[in-house]
T-cell receptor
Framework: DGGITQSPKYLFRKEGQNVTLSCEQN?????MYWYRQDPGQGLRLIYY???????QKGDIAEGYSVSREKKESFPLTVTSAQKNPTAFYLC?????????????FGPGTRLTVL | DAKTTQPPSMDCAEGRAANLPCNHS???????VYWYRQIHSQGPQYIIH???NNETNEMASLIITEDRKSSTLILPHATLRDTAVYYC?????????????FGTGTRLKVLA
């Protein structure tokens, strides 16, 4: 089955620790995205990548880092510099081309920092 | 900053049409309008998108005003499974690809 997987679904960390969230897709999509969602709010873009070995900051990149070494994978690291890391994190991918370019979302990872 | 404005919540009777409005008065000429929905604690699901013309698919219809400053998503026969948060999104060009600008969405509750 084609799709996007995120693991784990729930993640708990102590304050001050870095944590890496996994995102894998087998849709052969060029573009990948990371979003953050807080309770009752819409999604906010953290980072996005159009192609392997290239990525750009989104609207709330401070305290986060990413890498794009493989087309299929776009891991997100939440660093200790992120002031309020507890949130629901969603990964998405798209074909990235012009015109129609639906984003496909993964099931999300709920991060709780204690 | 969000480019869309939606009512925070709406109710709809099961079997009736649900009409969800969205204002996007600052949309540019080449920016598409997308609609997604999110059931609690899941990833958003694509519904429909459009640029200028009205669009219809198996899930919904999208009506875009002639000036493109607003649109309406129509679920023709709402069911209890349509209860979700519905996001009206503007897709903007960014660094050779596209990114979505999400608003806060409309929480639709379908009533039995």
């Amino acid at each position: 089955d084609g799709g996007i997987t995120q693991s784990p679904k729930y993640l708990f960390r102590k304050e001050g620790q870095n944590v890496t969230l996994s995102c894998e897709q087998n849709l052969n999509h060029d573009a990948m995205y990371w979003y953050r969602q807080d309770p009752g709010q819409g999604l906010r873009l953290i980072y996005y990548s159009q192609i392997v070995n290239d990525f750009q900051k989104g609207d709330i990149a401070e305290g986060y880092s990413v890498s794009r070494e493989k087309k299929e994978s776009f891991p997100l690291t939440v660093t200790s510099a992120q002031k309020n890391p507890t949130a629901f994190y969603l990964c998405a991918s798209s074909s990235g081309g012009v015109g129609y370019n639906e984003q496909f979302f993964g099931p999300g990872t709920r991060l709780t920092v204690l | 900053d969000a480019k869309t404005t939606q009512p925070p919540s709406m109710d709809c009777a099961e079997g009736r049409a649900a009409n969800l409005p969205c204002n996007h008065s600052t949309i540019s000429g080449n920016e598409y309008v997308y609609w997604y929905r999110q059931i609690h604690s899941q990833g958003p699901q694509y519904i429909i998108h459009g640029l200028k013309n009205n669009e219809t698919n198996e899930m919904a219809s999208l009506i875009i005003t002639e000036d493109r400053k607003s649109s309406t998503l129509i679920l023709p026969h709402a069911t209890l499974r349509d209860t979700a948060v519905y996001y009206c999104i503007v897709r903007v060009e960014a660094s050779g690809t596209y990114k979505y600008i999400f608003g806060t969405g409309t929480r639709l509750k379908v009533l039995a």
